[in-house]
């Protein structure tokens, strides 16, 4: 254990999640940190979800309760949390998924080391995590910053956007509030997580960091499983919902950087992608393509597939 450590919160939202509650909830108390409180806040579950949580609120003085009154919605969940969280750092748990024993103290040493050698306190931290899917092998999915460089800035939002390729010498890779570590009061400096956003509060999250020249890292290792199921899967109507919501919400930037209709174009395209349907997806590309500035046109033509098989 490291001297004069400071206290972590943890937060766990919960709505129904009896299924899987138990598991992310003992992860968390297995946490190889002992200063640390676990905060869980359930957004009105309507199954046993708040006996589990009573039966360890019986055993550990340090767990919390939060109680919403009425289904708020994750980001409102996670915004609960930070509220009643008296730690100096934020680490978020899923409620369906499970961290490995020392998980925040490799997060925190990630952020602490970097905080010291670049010398800002701007940084979110993430983590690796393995997914595992029903009739599906088990992968290992990658976040963003997880070796040098590391992106800041905002060429994290372009790129979020879809209007920007990726500079190939930085470390791209996912976000993901289920492993996301952070200090307290940088949340508060970025004005928490918009309610509003049902889906993609953490992107929403991540683009507002980026306007204020954070840094994004991880620690290069799967930290998190992450449990998928066929009863988890987003509904791609609320998906494309939010996402519009999304863009609408920061048009002027986009507007400015003459791409706003390409991020719509590019949006849907990611949308009908997931759908498995190419040739809807393949037509939003190339409307984006026309729609982008004549410079970032020529890039996006010049790396697709397309061109590719014409001229490589």
């Not at 299924?19 to 806040?41: C, D, F, G, H, P």
């Not at 109680?67 to 008296?86: C, R, T, W």
Request: aromatic content about 14%.
């Amino acid at each position: 254990m490291l001297s004069n450590s400071p206290l972590i919160s943890i937060g766990i939202t919960c709505f129904n999640s009896s299924k899987t509650l138990k598991r992310s909830i003992e992860s968390a108390l297995n946490q190889n940190w002992e200063n640390k409180e676990i905060i869980i806040v359930d957004d009105f579950s309507s199954d046993e979800s708040l006996q589990i949580i009573e039966l360890f609120l019986e055993k550990y003085t340090f767990i919390k309760l939060i109680k919403h009154a009425q289904n708020k919605g994750y980001p409102a969940a996670l915004n609960s949390i930070v509220k009643n969280a008296k730690g100096e750092y934020i680490s978020i748990f899923d409620s369906d998924d499970s961290s490995e024993l020392d998980r925040i103290r490799k997060q925190y040493l990630r952020l602490a080391n970097f905080q010291k050698a670049f010398s800002t306190e701007k940084i979110i931290c993430y983590s690796n995590r393995r997914v595992l899917k029903e009739k599906q092998s088990p992968h290992i999915a990658y976040a963003i910053g997880r070796k040098p460089i590391e992106p800041f800035g905002n060429e994290v939002a372009d790129l979020i956007f879809g209007i920007k390729l990726p500079e190939k010498k930085l470390c791209w890779g996912l976000f993901g509030s289920c492993t996301m570590f952070i200090k307290k009061t940088n949340y508060y400096n970025l004005g928490g997580f918009d309610e509003n956003l049902r889906r993609g509060s953490e992107i929403d999250f991540a683009i507002k960091a980026a306007f204020d020249n954070f840094f994004f890292i991880s620690v290069n290792s799967p930290l998190v499983t992450q449990y998928k199921n066929e009863a988890n899967y987003k509904s791609q109507k609320k998906v494309l919902h939010y996402s519009r919501m999304l863009l609408e919400k920061y048009k002027y930037y986009l507007k400015e950087k003459r791409s706003y209709f390409a991020a719509i174009f590019l949006n849907l395209m990611r949308n009908y992608s997931t759908r498995n349907n190419n040739l809807l997806s393949i037509l939003f590309y190339f409307l984006a393509i026309i729609y982008l500035p004549n410079k970032r046109k020529i890039e996006r033509l010049k790396n697709s597939n397309l061109y590719k098989k014409l001229f490589n």
